[in-house]
C-alpha cells in the first residue's frame, strides 16, 4: 500500500488505495508512451511524473487544512476524474499542461522554463494544481451546460448567446483554477506571491494596460475580478486580490453556478448576467486569439469587449452582505 506523507485522519485508508492505483496506472501509461516514441528523457520524464504524484498528495493536504468544509467534494472530484497522471507527448509541449476528462488523465509539462518568480518544478506543480482545479470546477461547468440547453430549449437564448454564456463561465473557470494554483505553489514553496503589476500586450485591448499577478492568463484575471464584485460579500471588498480569492474559493463549491443564477434571479438582474458573461466570453475569445486559437477578430475588438463589461460591472456592482446561500 501507498504510504502517505501527510495525515488525512479518517481518510488515509482511501487516499493511500487512490494513490496506489494512480501510480500503477500511470506508470503502465509512461512505458506505453514510451513505446510510441513520445517521450523526449526518460529520466527527466519519470522524475517530473513521480514529482507530480507527490504533489498531487501535497494538493489535497492544503486542501484538506484550508477548505477543510470542501475537501470531500475536492477529493471525490479527483479520486472519481483522474485515473493516470501523464506527461505531454514531446510534439505537445508548446502549452502547460491539460485534462481529458473522458480519459481521466491529466498531462503535465515537464520541460517548463523558469520565470520571473518561480523555478520549472515550481511552475510544473502550478499547472498541475491549474489542471486539478479544472476537475473540481468540471461539476459547476456541468451545470452551466444543462442550464444553457434548457434556455435553447425554451426559446429564452439563441444556439450563439448560449456559446458565449458558456465561454463567459469557462473564463471563469480558468481564472478561479489559475488563482487557486497560484496561491497553492507559493504557498508550498514558502514565497510571498507578487503584487499586482501592469502589464501590456499590444495585440490586446489596444494596448491598454492591465493588472495581473497571474503566471498566465493574466490579461482574464482583472474581468474575473470585475464580475466578482457584483456579487453580495464580495463587492463590499475594495481589495482586487481579496475579491478574487472569495470568488476563486466559492468556485470549489458545485453549487457555485446555481449561487450566481439564483443571487441574480432574485435580484430581477437576469439581463445584465447575460450581458456580462456574454462579454466574459468574449474576451476568453479574444485571449485565445492572442495565442493562434480564434479568430482575430475577437482580438481586434477587445478592448471594447472590456470597457463594456466594465462599465456594466460598475453598475452591477453589490456591497450587500451575502445571501445564505450554500456556499
Known amino acids: 500500500m501507498y504510504e502517505l506523507s501527510y495525515d488525512f485522519q479518517t481518510s488515509n485508508q482511501i487516499i493511500a488505495k487512490y494513490f496506489q492505483n494512480l501510480i500503477a496506472n500511470s506508470s503502465a501509461n509512461l512505458q506505453q508512451q514510451v513505446k510510441n516514441s513520445q517521450v523526449i528523457n526518460l529520466r527527466n520524464d519519470s522524475n517530473s511524473l513521480a514529482n507530480c504524484i507527490a504533489n498531487l498528495e501535497q494538493y489535497l493536504y492544503y486542501n484538506f487544512k484550508n477548505s477543510p468544509q470542501n475537501f470531500d467534494y475536492i477529493l471525490n472530484s479527483i479520486m472519481n476524474n483522474v485515473s493516470i497522471i501523464s506527461v505531454l507527448p514531446k510534439n505537445e509541449r508548446g502549452i502547460y499542461g491539460k485534462t481529458e476528462i473522458g480519459n481521466k488523465t491529466i498531462y503535465i509539462n515537464p520541460d517548463l522554463p523558469n520565470s520571473n518568480y518561480l523555478t520549472s518544478e ?13 476537475v473540481i470546477n468540471n461539476g ?67 494596448g491598454q494596460s492591465y493588472l495581473s499577478n497571474f503566471d498566465f492568463y493574466g490579461e482574464l484575471q482583472a474581468p474575473a475580478t470585475m464580475f466578482a464584485k457584483t456579487l453580495r460579500g464580495i463587492g463590499k471588498s475594495n481589495n482586487d486580490v481579496s475579491a478574487l480569492n472569495i470568488l476563486s474559493e466559492r468556485a470549489i463549491s458545485p453549487l457555485f453556478f446555481n449561487n450566481i ?17 456574454q462579454y466574459m466570453g468574449l474576451l476568453k475569445k479574444a485571449s485565445y486569439a492572442n495565442f493562434g486559437y480564434d479568430d482575430i477578430s475577437y482580438l481586434n475588438n477587445s478592448a471594447s469587449y472590456l470597457n463594456n463589461l466594465k462599465s456594466i460591472t460598475s453598475k452591477m456592482r453589490d456591497y450587500r452582505e451575502p445571501i445564505d446561500f450554500d456556499l
Open 261 to 277: 443564477l439564483k443571487e441574480y434571479s432574485r435580484d430581477g438582474q437576469m439581463q445584465a448576467f447575460a450581458q456580462e458573461l
Open 140 to 206: 459547476w461547468m456541468q451545470k452551466t451546460i444543462e442550464f444553457l440547453n434548457k434556455e435553447i430549449r425554451a426559446n429564452n437564448l439563441s444556439q450563439p448567446q448560449a456559446q458565449l454564456i458558456y465561454e463567459g463561465f469557462s473564463m471563469l473557470d480558468e481564472a478561479t483554477t489559475q488563482n487557486r494554483a497560484e496561491n497553492f505553489v507559493y504557498s508550498l514553496s514558502s514565497k510571498n506571491r507578487p503584487p499586482l503589476l501592469n502589464y501590456t500586450n499590444k495585440r490586446l485591448f489596444n
Open 122 to 134: 515550481e511552475r510544473t506543480k502550478l499547472y498541475m494544481a491549474h489542471e486539478l482545479g479544472h
